[in-house]
């Protein structure tokens, strides 16, 4: 349902790779039209937080910790689903969002800015390495942050840049369009 709601009437380049990064788990869909191969890991932004961080904010060591963590998920990503076939790269949820909606330094959080607009692996990078180098309390401070992603974002990001950085995307079109598009978009053709 999250490809389907990421991916229809999206102007880019099949086959897609659908990045679905969650609390407890990770999400990767590879197709062109329609779902050709899936996996949900358990990795994501909650998981990954309480498992290595443990300083705010997080040291050199949690922050090589995590990536580490991320890196092995994606050698069993890599194995299961042919993630570098895809061509387009689309990001759902709210750590990809966020991420954008740090990037934009929009003064509120508006989902009609952030839309099917791309962000950069450098974006990415320099983003995560903002909110790497803030407390909880002054990532809660930024005017897109939402209530409870203030402490776990920084794992989400890593999860981003490095799925980025591993499977050669040097951009991410990021969506707001999602699982719940995606069952409304199924109920409607239903």
Same mark, same amino acid.
């Not at 790779?17 to 990767?28: A, H, K, N, Q």
């Not at 993630?83 to 790269?89: E, I, K, P, Q, S």
């Not at 402490?151 to 951009?171: S, T, W």
């Given at each position: 349902? $999250?490809?389907?709601?990421?991916? @229809?009437?999206?102007?880019?380049?099949?086959?897609?790779? %659908?990045?679905?990064?969650?609390? +407890? $788990?990770?999400?990767? !869909? !590879?197709?062109?039209?329609?779902?050709?191969?899936?996996? $949900?890991?358990?990795?994501?932004?909650?998981?990954? #937080?309480? @498992?290595?961080?443990?300083?705010?904010?997080?040291? @050199?060591?949690?922050?090589?910790?995590?990536?580490?963590?991320?890196?092995?998920?994606?050698?069993?990503?890599?194995?299961?689903?042919?993630?570098?076939?895809?061509?387009?790269?689309? =990001? /759902?949820? +709210? #750590? =990809?969002? #966020?991420? *954008?909606?740090?990037? &934009?330094?929009?003064?509120?959080?508006?989902?009609?800015?952030?839309?099917?607009?791309?962000?950069?692996?450098?974006?990415?990078?320099?983003?995560?390495?903002?909110?790497?180098?803030?407390? #909880?309390?002054?990532? =809660?401070?930024?005017?897109?942050?939402?209530?409870? @992603?203030?402490?776990?974002? %920084? =794992?989400?990001?890593?999860?981003?840049?490095?799925?980025? *950085?591993?499977? +050669?995307?040097?951009?991410? /079109?990021? $969506?707001?369009?999602?699982? &719940?598009?995606?069952?409304? &978009?199924?109920?409607?053709? +239903?």
């Amino acid at each position: 349902m $999250s490809f389907l709601g990421a991916t @229809r009437g999206l102007d880019a380049e099949p086959p897609f790779l %659908v990045l679905d990064i969650g609390g +407890g $788990s990770t999400e990767f !869909v !590879v197709g062109t039209s329609e779902p050709e191969a899936a996996i $949900s890991t358990q990795m994501g932004s909650v998981r990954l #937080t309480e @498992r290595v961080v443990r300083h705010d904010p997080p040291t @050199r060591e949690e922050l090589d910790r995590l990536q580490a963590t991320v890196g092995d998920v994606l050698d069993e990503v890599e194995r299961s689903v042919p993630v570098r076939d895809a061509r387009t790269l689309v =990001a /759902v949820a +709210g #750590t =990809a969002t #966020t991420v *954008r909606a740090i990037d &934009l330094d929009l003064p509120f959080y508006d989902p009609d800015r952030i839309h099917r607009t791309r962000l950069t692996v450098d974006a990415a990078e320099r983003v995560l390495e903002k909110l790497a180098g803030m407390t #909880t309390p002054e990532r =809660a401070a930024l005017p897109v942050m939402a209530p409870g @992603r203030e402490d776990v974002i %920084v =794992a989400g990001a890593v999860i981003l840049v490095e799925v980025m *950085r591993r499977f +050669g995307f040097d951009q991410v /079109v990021v $969506s707001e369009t999602d699982i &719940l598009d995606g069952l409304g &978009l199924e109920m409607l053709q +239903g």
